[in-house]
């Protein structure tokens, strides 16, 4: 069976991603592409790379008839996202990758976000889109949201050492070096070539980066109270990737066992031999998570690393393993290439 699918939001670097992603899948067909900004546009003339592809035209997102679709991705920046969102037909299902239903209290949203939810009744219906913890929920779920690539960046990291205790939750630092790409397609004076190549910079320093909300909210759920991490995000001159490096305390052999022990069945997620760290290198435009612990030559601290890449395991590979699940498939399919390297 094939399922007609729609994009709206197709002219940015998510949009694109999961046009590359899907025209090698075996069951979903794409249907309507919108990006208001670009109506009318073919998408060879705003991605040469996908002229290949037989691919709609360009159109507004209200001109899609969803009477013909199974499934959209709405890759809109927040904000915009919930308002389209909230005019989509009702029984759509509908994978987000945007910001505006990750954070499950409207408060905590207003908080992190600077504007009041404009679609409080939806926020309430979404199931939070980290696949691997979230799988039963997805399965059955109308409306996914999509996580921070980042704050699965993290989770990947954390979340089976907090959910079995092996850390000690007051103590758990969070460096992250993040792809350009990640602050998306717009443009922005500080991403220009000359502002960004030859350094490296951190930035939404102490603590003020929307994605610590997703952090706090998931990993304050798994102990049962409160957690606040230290984070800080880095911005690197590369395409695509991220790297977290976590400082924590524990024994790294009983993290290392813990880690290996959750993912053991994980298709995307490896855990590599003890000692190893891994490379965004390793999983460039892949759907794979690579995660390493190191003992740390202090006793009793480690450090576990975690890389994916931004755009595909981040964002629009994540997104499609949960549209799988959602339409009953296999969660793998359209995912299983290797990494890009050199």
């Not at 037909?89 to 509908?94: D, M, R, S, Y």
């Not at 409207?106 to 504007?115: K, R």
């Not at 610590?212 to 957690?227: C, N």
């Amino acid at each position: 069976m094939t399922y007609n699918i729609a994009i709206i939001g197709a002219s940015g670097y998510t949009g694109a991603e999961l046009i590359r992603l899907i025209s090698e899948h075996p069951a979903l067909n794409i249907t309507a592409l919108a990006a208001n900004s670009k109506a009318g546009l073919s998408m060879a003339q705003v991605f040469p790379h996908l002229r290949h592809l037989d691919l709609p035209t360009l159109i507004r997102w209200d001109e899609i008839d969803f009477s013909a679709i199974d499934l959209c991705f709405c890759a809109l920046p927040h904000k915009t996202s919930q308002e389209v969102i909230s005019q989509l037909p009702k029984g759509l299902k509908i994978v987000d990758l945007s910001a505006d239903f990750r954070l499950r209290d409207p408060a905590a949203y207003e908080a992190w976000y600077g504007n009041p939810h404009a679609a409080p009744e939806l926020q309430k219906e979404a199931v939070y889109g980290l696949t691997e913890f979230y799988r039963d929920d997805i399965r059955a779920a109308r409306l996914v949201a999509g996580t921070g690539c980042n704050a699965a960046t993290g989770q990947y990291v954390l979340r089976p050492l907090i959910a079995a205790g092996v850390i000690d939750l007051d103590h758990i630092i969070l460096d992250m070096k993040c792809a350009v790409s990640g602050a998306g397609r717009a443009l922005k004076e500080n991403l220009l070539h000359a502002e960004l190549s030859e350094g490296y910079h951190g930035y939404a320093l102490g603590g003020t980066h929307r994605h610590q909300g997703e952090f706090e909210q998931e990993f304050s759920a798994l102990a049962g109270k409160a957690v606040t991490i230290q984070f800080t995000p880095h911005l690197l001159p590369v395409n695509r990737g991220i790297l977290c490096t976590s400082y924590v305390h524990g024994d790294a052999h009983v993290i290392y066992e813990t880690l290996s022990a959750a993912y053991a069945d994980e298709a995307f997620v490896q855990v590599l031999p003890f000692g190893e760290g891994p490379s965004t290198h390793h999983v460039r435009g892949s759907n794979h998570v690579h995660l390493g612990v190191v003992a740390d030559r202090i006793g009793g601290r480690a450090i576990v690393i975690g890389a994916l890449d931004n755009l595909t395991k981040g964002s629009s590979g994540q997104a499609l393993q949960n549209a799988n699940l959602m339409l009953d498939l296999d969660e793998t399919l359209g995912l299983t290439m290797a990494p890009l390297f050199p």
